[in-house]
Nanobody
Framework: QVQLVESGGGLVQAGGSLRLSCAAS????????MGWYRQAPGNERELVAA???????NYADSVKGRFTISRDNAKNTVYLQMNSLKPEDTAVYYC??????????????WGQGTQVTVSS
């Protein structure tokens, strides 16, 4: 079955950088979008960045200019480069892949989450 495996989280000082990776395995067809969400304790899960099949991207206002989402289609892998990290970026980051299966139904897969902690 489909699995999304995340890596790259950790503890960094404010102003530092991290690069998150999310590798999808299994049979995945017709991916429409890949993205990153995050959730901090007591907060709602929010979209951080997304990239659609055509290559366009969008970002939360809070991370524009600091984060960059990219993908490697051959490897079914999506990345999130995070620069100039701030303590408010601290959260669990989740990878998401969505699309349309051969049966015409929408699918939505999630990674296990990876902790990002930014200390001041």
């Amino acid at each position: 079955q489909v699995q999304l495996v995340e890596s790259g989280g950790g503890l960094v000082q404010a102003g530092g950088s991290l690069r998150l990776s999310c590798a999808a395995s299994g049979s995945i067809f017709n991916i429409n979008a890949m993205g990153w969400y995050r959730q901090a304790p007591g907060n709602e899960r929010e979209l951080v960045a997304a990239i659609v099949s055509g290559g366009s991207t969008n970002y939360a206002d809070s991370v524009k200019g600091r984060f960059t989402i990219s993908r490697d289609n051959a490897k079914n892998t999506v990345y999130l480069q995070m620069n100039s990290l701030k303590p408010e970026d601290t959260a669990v980051y989740y990878c998401n892949v969505e699309g349309t299966n051969w049966n015409g139904r929408k699918y939505d897969y999630w990674g296990q989450g990876t902790q990002v902690t930014v200390s001041s």
